[in-house]
């Protein structure tokens, strides 16, 4: 049979005398009697015990525990020790080799091999068998809690306590039930951070143990040690990769810092470069939140720290596997050039006076529904743009009319809800003289003419009454107009695009939208996201609107704090991007200074759960309690009673049309004011 280190040992220790060793332990064991007795050490009981020990001894006088305990009172059971597992995944890993090179040496030993997490519970153990079914009489086994608050001075207790590898024999023990045994612990420390995240420990009877088998531990935990390094190495390098393969630029001055699967700080450059308050307390090892594979970017950015702010978040992927996330972080000072932003140009129309117009965004969604919009440009096939108010849909219509295949095609927008029933049918397709009441009197083409060989964008085309929605599918399935009072075929070359903001599904099971005509719109649809899934575009749009509005006013750029931009992330935004850009407007307006505090923000920004969130009586409601609707619909009272009940100021507010804010007014039964 092969000789195991242990069956060396107990060869040795049986040459040796056992004289000295029986008279320590008395020695020992008059110690303890006398200071259990008195609750303190005298000069005596210094002689006998080592210092380590008696220190550990009046810690549990200090803690109350009792020293005629026979057993750790604390265990837990299966399915916790299951999720203590998971939760220390990669000391379990690290330690499988060392366990599996240890075990054939200690299965007829006596002597047992324990792992521990930082707390002193047991979640592994191998070893004699003899001794496994010994240690269960004491709960020394798998579920097992070891803390020296809970059963007092013991190998792993001790060691968790002092940070440092030791051995406890026999009646060194505080506890008396847990005297017949010898133990030697030594913590396992991260190598990021150097914390000790368990214990390596080995127990079995006092007489298979001396002092000097500690180092047969230290080893063991030196070596699981070295394999959480070359974890750590390996998942570092892993997320360097996942971050170079990300599909934007990379400037090589921005400040990062990488986290991993569980939030932990694994890597970071440029941190001194990051403002003030975005550079404190970062060291390597430190967890900022707890990374779960199903958060979003806008989750990561509310789940950071209040004091720590970062213009860009990434998820960092490989395969679809979560590995960690990126955060880049702010800079000392504000950037006087314009910020170099993920987005789309559109140029300015031939013959128009208009501004260039930019599609601000980079999350999956927007990049999704950019790309839809090129692909139906060059298809040019009807298009249904779908989202809500305020989230930019008019600027995907812009995109699609800017990617025609042909250059300078007209682009006509009609809004179906700021025009009257009555007259809406002559607006979009046309009349003839004395077709109805105030028809022109020489007759008028419509807008469908007008767009011929370009694009027509219908705006609200679920306010689109009924009767002309019969009239549209006709002029779409034939691909020609007929003027109102007029039975004349004019043919027509147009690519149409719908917008809507309201859930035309609904509509046409509640019979106010045609079905057919939905699926004739709708051979592309692009669903364009509100602000609150976009994640980190909030940040690149804040400082897109920062940018272009400072400039616009001649004011300096404005310097948002961290709690601000957290308030920013964080807020439900119901008017979406048009409501971030009224919110930046009047901040860049009204602070000169341009520093801009979380005090500085809207209210409804600053304290969603304020309760005079809501005006007119309405009762109070948590925003995390209320669907989109009731968001929504809190949001326009709120500025019905900011502006006095004028409406018109209301939709200026809100960035929507007064026709659309009177529906609103009607579809939520809200209080005008007046």
Known sequence: MRTTYFDAMNRMNRRKSSSEAERISHATTRAWEKYVERGRADEEIEQSVRSEILESWARCT?????ALAVATPQKIGEEDVSVLRRKNRSLCQAARAAFERLAPHLTDSGAILILTDQTGTVIDAIGDPQTLELGQEIQL???GVWDEAVIGTNGIGTALRTGKPTYVHASEHFCQGIQSWTCAG???????????????DLSGPPDIFQPHNVALVVAAAREIEIALAEQQRQERTTLLEAYIDLPRTHDSDEAIVLLNSSGRIVFSRNTDKASDQSRDNLPIGRQLLNLSS?????????????????????????GNEVQGAALILPGKAPSLTRPKLKGVTIKPRAGVEESEIVIIGECPKMLEAIEFARRAAMA???????????????????????????????????????????????ELFGHVAGAFTGALREGKSGKFEQANGGVLCLDEIGDMPPELQTYLLRTLEQRAVYRIGCNKRRPIDVQLIAMTNRNLRQDIEAGRFRRDLFYRIGTIVIDV????????????LVQH??????????????????????????????????????????????????AVGLSDLPDEICNPQSSDFLFGGTPAAATGQMDLDGIESVAIQRAIGRENGNLTKVALTLGISRPTLYRKIRQYNLDRGK
Not at 294 to 318: C, E, H, W
């Open 186 to 200: 030594v913590p396992v420390f991260d190598p990021l951070d150097r914390s000790i995240i368990g214990v390596v």
């Open 141 to 143: 086994e798998i579920g």
């Open 62 to 66: 200090d803690s109350g525990i009792s």
């Open 294 to 318: 199903g958060m979003t970017d806008g989750d990561l950015a509310a789940a950071l720290p209040p004091n720590l702010a970062a213009t860009v978040i990434d998820i960092l992927k490989s």
């Open 380 to 426: 040019n096939v009807t298009v249904l743009v779908q989202g809500e108010t305020g989230v930019g849909k008019e600027l995907f219509a812009r995109l699609i009319h800017s990617h025609h295949t042909k250059e300078d095609v007209p682009y006509v927008a009609v809004n179906c809800a700021a025009i009257s029933g009555e007259l809406i049918g002559g």
């Open 545 to 594: 609107f920062n940018f272009t509005l400072s400039t616009k006013f001649e004011r300096g750029i404005l310097e948002f704090s961290p709690e601000a931009m957290a308030a920013l992330r964080t807020y439900r935004w119901p008017g979406n991007v048009r409501e971030l850009r009224n919110t930046i407007e009047r901040l860049c307006l009204l602070h000169g200074d341009g």
């Open 529 to 540: 996201p509100p602000l609150r899934e976009r994640g980190r575009d909030i940040d690149q």
